[in-house]
């Protein structure tokens, strides 16, 4: 556990601290703005930010502390559902920005008095006279730090507000609102920030243009959300700095759920976060998941049962099988020897994670300016081609290897050079680079470079030969010339090709194995149980009740239920049987009607030994049992009662579930 | 090819809706319950029925029961790493989270909400924490501020620890908007844990994404088979009487509380009803006619005394005026005859 949370604090300051610095460009533009903007119309910054709702509550927090330390003192953050009216809206207001500048100078105490009091007058004269006690006060007293900051930027600073979202706000509070603070632009200097989920055209349809004329409004558009995916991707999965891993099925998993459902990063991060405690609850071989030297000390410590665990993983059991039949009976039986191995194991992991990843990014340099992208555009795809299987096999990658021997131009060379450079400085952060390969590739290219320029040296100064003898026989003899340089240019060309399937070949076969299938240990580090996954994060829940319902031998493990789809079985609970009944319905249903087919299936299997005597008794506890089945679809809200005819219930869903 | 066949079940289910809604006419046939031999049960009798009744496969179902309750030591574990748990499934999870409470949650500080009780409020799940859990008297203004109180406390108290285990969140009273917001920004607090069960098959639908992320759900599928005792106790079924119409009992209970007079008042009113039952256009006893009979039978001495004993038959809702279109007032027992009928017998036989 502790391991874990360590993880995760670090994982989740990676993260913060990413969002930070994407956010930041974006920040200082804004930040710029604001300070430049002064006029008579209330300056508006509307921020385009996407319809990940539930990753702006960072944004929005960072960039108040960026004003906050930058600009003004005074910020309101407002949020639609705290501001049901203009009245709300204004207290909330003075509340926030009341508190504000107390947090900016705690020092003074006179200001909780005003504080304490602000419920009872939130007007905007009342807020007017208020900034006008500040600046009075501020004005006074120039010394302060921070004060002098401030006023260095602006006889008065402005007051922020921000509407983080501007959808959902109420529009008349919000036109209300915008109309009174432009009377007292004069006095009051505002100015607003609107956080937009949609499109810059809701300001239009929510703002008539009596108000939004007195609004100067500026537009910002931030990241889209899916750079974002392929950064925090390439930051928490394509690094060796994280011991943890994640199997290609579950990226999967979690990357639709991105694309398709929700965009939003957060949600990702909390996906991954789970997949972390969920490996590190589940697998009791996860404590070796962590960096190699701690995994060491720990492999050193393991008790006899944990080893058995080790020796029962399956790629562990296939690499037994693989040695040598003596030391076969050693790794089974001693625990001493299993330890060394399996420390010679985990290093081995270690390094093929750490080449493993520069030589997918190299790939992806390759593969990523092919036309069409047969292995992908994002580092994410090619990454999942790669855990999927094993990629020289696939189809995608023979046509993109033929692409890349189409596409052998001399624009090719610089984009060579090009993925050479991010090599080297990939190679340079990835400080034990452990293979000699890549400089042998380097020298390779630059070999490659300078016969290139060669080339094109020998052509610029045929053709200025070409211009400078101008008769007719050395014209011939220079185009002759000419006509070999080519052909030998050809051969440069097949030099190319040839490095080409070099490098792919060395590269991916040695270093690209899926992990699955070729690497020892790798249970340790991998976390690949996605229906897990799937099943806490987008559950379901009508399928369950569904198959509950239909299908019970699903849950209950009782012969007795087994049955073939189609038809009512007699001995399933009563509420499977109402179900069933009710699905033959149309969309009303008669209750009498359903009463007596319920009786006459749940007679069938008392029938025999039910009494004539009994019988009264017998069919009041059918009905009590059919009407507490009802009572119960109805909670379900598969029914509901219905005024249409008396005594029918109405039907909520249609078809068959 | 998975893809396609998702397709086709989807345009399979569309074509059903459209078939299912097609025609504005419904075949159904037109018996009710009324001719039904069968009386209608009472929530008492229902009950003692069905404890009579065997439940079935009670082994299967306590074995899928411990089955779920393997989770609890994980459930706390990532309760703490602040994700929120929902359970869902066919069957009542009522049990299961007894269990859990008892089980696991035992000495701590812990809150559990009837969400299937039919009173139950937001506010007085706030009033809740705030009187029991914080040591506050004093009441607020708005949920709004009660919770902004609520989440400054457990910001400064870092020892605050509370679960709250809902039973039902999706129930009819606490489904709004307002107090799923609410709820939600009360389970974002890091030292709050929330365990939900969800029953409906809609429940999903009232969480948009900013409630979702501050929920934080995990979802875990619990299905028991369980009956809903508690939680159908309170719904009421169309087969079960319904305590908003009147019922016989409580008929004959307001009217043993009567004078004797008062009771004959009702009766001549309910002769009168019932002689007419065969009649769709009748439209009630006209209040002089009424008057004139209930002199006649020296049960009332002027128009007054009338008058005042229908005011208390109205209060206790057991005549409706209705005025015709001369502008005179009928009245009429808003109850079914049949339960009349039952009433005037039962009548017969006290006197």
Known sequence: QQIQEDLNKQLFDNLVSFLRRSHSEFQEKTKEWTCRMKSREIPTAALVLGVNVTDHDLTFRSLSEVLQNNITPYIALLEAKDCPGIKNLMQKLMGQLMNCYIEVDSL???????????????????????????????????????????????????????????????????????????QHIRELPLVLIFGIATSPMIIHSLLPHSVSSLLCIELFQSLSCKEHLSTVIDKLLLTAQFPFKLGEKVLQVLINIFLYHDFSVQNFIKGFQLCIVEHFYSQPLSVLCCQLVDAKKRVNSLSHDQCENIRRLPSFRRYVESQASQKQIALLTAD?????????????LHVYHENYVSVLRCLHVFTSSLPKYPLGKQIRELYCACLENRVWETEEYESSLQLARMLNKSDLVTMLQQCVEIFVSSSGKEFDKTVEKLKEFLTQFQKLEAEAFQEQDVSVSSQK???????????????????????????????????????????LVRNYLVPADHKTLHEIVYFNTASVLRGHLNAAPRIALHTALNNPYCYLKNQALKSDGGSISNKAPDICIVYKLHLECGRLINLVDWLEAFSTVVMAVEGPNADAASSDQVDDIIHARFIRAVSELELLGFIKPSKQKTDHVARLTWGGC | LAKKTKEDKMSNLVEEYFEAHSSSKVLTSDRTLQKLRKRRLNQQTLHDLLKKAPLAYAAEIKELNQQHES?????????????????????????????????????????????????????????????????????FRSPLDQLEFIIKRFKEDSSLQLYVLIHNLDSQMLRGERSQQILAQLSSLPRIYLIASIDHINAPLMWDQAKLSLYNWLWYETTTFSPYVEETSYENSLLVQQSGSLALSSLTHVLRSLTLNARGIFR????????????????????????????????????????????????????????????????LIPVDDSTLTDFLEKEDEDV
């Open chain 1, 108 to 182: 003074e105490d006179e200001d909780c008095v005003q504080v304490s009091q602000k419920r009872m007058r939130c007007s905007m004269t009342s807020l007017i006279n208020w900034y006008e006690s500040v600046t009075k006060k501020m004005d006074s007293k120039t010394p302060s730090k921070k004060r002098t900051s401030c006023s260095r930027h602006w006889q008065s600073p402005p007051v922020v507000v921000i509407f983080k979202d501007m959808e959902s706000f109420i529009t008349k509070v919000l036109q209300d609102f915008i109309v009174i603070s432009s």
């Open chain 1, 336 to 348: 001493n020897f299993l330890k060394e191995i399996i420390q010679k194991l985990l290093e081995d």
């Open chain 1, 465 to 507: 030969e070409l211009q400078k003898k101008t008769d007719l026989y050395h014209l011939q003899k220079t185009l002759l010339e000419l006509k070999e340089s080519r052909r030998s240019k050809k051969l440069t060309k097949f030099e190319k090709l040839r490095f080409e399937v070099v490098d792919y070949i060395d590269s």
């Open chain 2, 71 to 139: 989770l609890f030591s994980k459930w706390m574990l990532q309760l703490h790493l602040g994700f929120n748990i929902v359970l869902y499934g066919l069957g009542s999870k009522r049990d299961l989270l007894e269990k859990f409470r008892t089980s696991v949650l035992q000495g701590s500080l812990h809150l559990v909400v009837n969400g299937y009780f039919p009173s139950i409020t937001v506010r007085s799940i706030l009033n809740s924490i705030t009187e029991e859990v914080l040591d506050h008297i004093g009441n």
């Open chain 2, 268 to 331: 001549l009113l309910a002769q009168h009803q019932l002689e007419n039952k065969d009649n769709p256009s009748y439209p009630g006893l006209s209040f002089q006619d009424f008057y004139q009979q209930c002199r006649e039978a020296f049960l009332v001495n002027s128009d007054l005394t009338l008058r005042a004993q229908l005011t208390e038959f109205r209060d206790h809702k057991l005549i409706r005026t209705k005025r015709g279109a001369d502008g005179v007032e009928y009245l």
